[in-house]
């Protein structure tokens, strides 16, 4: 843990982890980014708009054996619609995403693309992979359901990379038969896409806690 | 657990096209919102709310007004969307169901009963025939004129996608037993879910539904294929599979009367023969079904345990265990009684988990007691006692984890709704603005919504409890069985000899 204050409003500023760059500000939404010793503003990151979602940074969570803290969010939208990418902190120090679209949940960690996967080269070139075709992520054969342009609308908290609003991408959704997921995004200006493999959960299965309170709503009894 | 206040759930907004009071009650997950005033289409994704489509067509009211709570097989549940939906034959209704912690799920209202669908994230695998799927184990046939084209026809609320009247999708139906398991496709995607029916009133009461509206006409007739309502192919399948069985009964009796040739005294002697070798193996199966009955023992308590139910409360859950079951099959019953209850009900969801594999097997009570008087004097109904069992459960050692929560009956229950009185009326009182009102600060719908939501305010004086008592028994289902199976080996052998007589003419 790293403690340091904004160079913008003062506030005090905590990176949980050495590996992750950059912190959005909590109190005035400058972007921090950290370099060594160095603190530098890299703009406004704007603020998430209210939602019903159940997380927020501080929500823990286990998968397997592995306890899990989310600590920064980045929500996108696309024409028909909006996610977020929810930053998780696992207790040995790696970091995977929790993906929250339309009540669903997706847990993905990382994976390798194959050295000669179709999808990344069409990606690379412009261009946007068809839907149906088979790709492998990590050993596990996936197969392309759904490809969008989309476009960040805020950020929040710590995170692997800069995300101010507006930053374009390309995100690839892929599926299993048997709850597989996996996610390829390629931001736009850059020729090498992440691929990012997992399956769908639900709150309990990950038996999250910490989550946010709704009036009307009695917190699951996972929760409580 | 250091936790904030809980975070306002419903955002109060107007409609751009009418500038009526709208609700959004899935914020973050809404892409589309119909303005139940007007009919507009409004693109919740804009923070602007940007209009779609502009309408202005007076909208009729679902049964369920959009915006209620219910509880359904112990699970807190609201109504946030509704459309309707026809295919060649037929239309019926869904509900789109909310809960921020578990995301969405349907209500369907046939016209006739209820029915709860749960989103699938997996694709069933493939029967051996691949006209069939197999889920959670079971196999699902496909269905009689189970394929079919949906189209949409009325719609009002707010959807997690661009729903418009006139969207279609393919529908392609199983079934296994009452469970339904189906697919939609469109060009886009091919989305899978899992039908149960729901008992009448159910849903019906736990969304204080009002009496049933016409569903809007079905569209005309195109090249959809064997279209037909969702549920009415269920229903429809069922009577052609009926109709099936009874062509092949007549079929099999002309053949039989057309049959015999034989002199009568062989004819007798083949029937003698038959009877005594019917008799011969039910015997053996009778004893086999009484060393079974003796191995298994006499319905054994395994577990009790009282608990209270406040009353219009919160939900509770209580864990029963570890219940440790030392045969690979065996039969639980599990019985509440709640001898207190009086115009109120209890939910109760029971799941069997099993310590080792979390693998669980979940079964619904619900416990229920009224009392009035009318013009024919007094009356009570319902069942202050109920019981739920589970069949065949695995050797083990497993936990019953019991969700229950008691309900008061309210006769002439008038819930606020989402309707537009309620929160002009609201409004009123908020202009004339109460500095002591605890609520302040809150809007209109807001305070219609918590209304609606949490009975038991602050304000409100402390839940009544009622006691239940639980009790849990190993092989109780059993005997019930035991019983019709010795009735069914007892019955048989004169039955044959009875049907074998009528068709050889004998007597």
């Known amino acids: 843990v790293l403690t340091a204050n904004c160079p913008n409003c003062g506030a005090e500023i905590v990176f949980r982890t050495i590996g992750l760059p950059v912190k959005v500000c909590d109190f005035c939404h400058s972007t921090v980014v950290r370099s060594g010793d160095t603190l530098t503003i890299a703009g406004q990151a704007a603020e998430v708009p209210d939602d019903v979602s159940p997380l927020q940074i501080g929500t823990r969570g286990k998968d397997g054996g592995q306890s899990f803290e989310l600590i920064g969010r980045v929500r996108w939208r696309w024409t028909d619609g909006a996610w977020s990418e929810w930053l998780m902190l696992f207790d040995d120090g790696t970091t995977g995403w929790l993906g929250e679209a339309m009540g669903r949940y997706m847990l993905l960690r990382e994976a390798p693309l194959e050295p000669a996967s179709a999808a990344a080269k069409t990606l690379a070139e412009g261009g946007q992979p068809a839907i149906g075709t088979l790709e492998q992520i990590g050993g596990t054969q996936y197969t392309i359901s759904d490809v969008k342009r989309v476009s960040c609308i805020a950020s929040e908290g710590e995170l692997p990379y800069r995300a101010p609003a507006g930053l374009e991408a390309v995100s690839v959704d892929l599926m299993r038969d048997d709850g597989g997921c996996a996610s390829i995004q390629l931001e736009s200006g850059t020729d090498a896409p992440e691929a990012y493999a997992g399956r769908y959960v639900t709150l309990a299965d990950i038996a999250a806690t910490n989550l946010r309170a709704f009036e009307g709503w009695a917190m699951p009894k996972f929760a409580a | 657990m250091s936790s904030a206040p809980p975070a306002p759930a419903v955002r109060a907004l107007n409609c751009p096209n009418c500038g009526g009071a709208i609700e959004v009650r899935a914020a973050g997950y809404t892409v589309n919102l119909i303005c139940g005033h007007c009919g507009s289409t409004l693109d919740a994704t804009d923070p602007a709310l940007k209009v779609i489509q502009a309408s202005t067509a007076a909208l009729k009211r679902p049964r369920i007004a959009l915006g209620t709570h219910g509880i359904l097989r112990g699970v807190e549940w609201q109504a946030v969307g509704y459309m309707e939906r026809a295919a060649e034959d037929g239309g ?416």
């Open chain 2, 92 to 507: 019926w209704a869904e509900y789109l169901l909310f809960n921020p912690y578990l995301g969405y799920s349907f209500l369907i209202d046939d016209g006739e009963a209820f029915y709860f669908t749960t989103l699938l994230d997996r694709v069933p695998t493939e029967g051996a025939d691949q006209e069939s799927r197999v889920y959670q184990g079971h196999h699902y046939a496909a269905a009689e004129d189970g394929y079919y084209r949906a189209t949409v026809t009325f719609v009002v609320g707010e959807f997690y996608w661009r729903v418009a009247v006139g969207e279609q999708v393919d529908v392609t139906e199983y079934e296994y037993r009452d469970y339904g398991l189906s697919s939609e496709e469109n060009a886009d995607e091919r989305t899978w879910s899992w039908t149960e029916p729901l008992r009448s009133g159910e849903a019906e009461k736990a969304f204080k539904a009002g009496p049933p509206v016409p569903f809007d006409s079905p569209p005309e007739p195109d090249d959809g294929g064997g279209a037909r309502g969702k549920m009415a192919a269920v229903l429809a399948a069922a009577a052609a599979a009926e109709a099936a069985k009874e062509a092949t009964r007549t079929k099999r009796a002309a053949s039989a009367k057309s049959a015999p040739l034989k002199g009568k005294t062989a004819i007798r002697e083949e029937h003698r023969a038959r009877v005594i070798a019917i008799w011969k193996v039910a015997g053996i199966a009778l004893i086999v079904l009484l060393l079974a009955a003796f191995l298994r023992g006499s319905p054994k308590l395994l577990m009790s345990k009282e608990v209270e139910a406040p009353l219009d409360g919160p939900q509770k859950t209580v864990v029963l265990g570890p219940l440790d079951l030392p045969d690979s099959s065996t039969a639980i019953r599990v019985e509440a009684d709640a001898p207190s209850l009086d115009n109120s009900w209890i939910d109760l969801d029971y799941s069997l988990v099993d310590r080792k594999t979390q693998e669980n097997f979940d079964a619904y009570g619900a416990a229920e007691h009224y009392s009035g008087s009318d013009s024919d004097g007094s009356w009570t109904e319902g069942s202050a006692a109920d019981a739920a069992s589970f069949a065949a459960i695995g050797k083990g050692q497993y936990d019953l984890v019991v969700d229950f929560s008691a309900h008061k009956w309210d006769g002439s229950s008038s819930s606020p709704s989402s309707s537009t009185a309620s929160a002009i009326d609201a409004s009123g009182a908020n202009a004339s603005g109460q500095p002591a009102d605890p609520f302040n600060g809150l809007t209109a719908e807001q305070r219609a919504e918590l209304h609606l939501t949490t009975p038991a305010a602050p304000l409100a004086p402390p839940a009544k409890m009622i006691p239940v008592k639980i009790d849990v028994y190993r092989g109780a289902s059993f005997f019930s069985n035991f019983f019709l199976a010795f009735l069914a080996i007892i019955l048989w052998p004169p039955l044959i000899w009875w049907i074998d007589r009528k068709r050889l003419g004998l007597r």
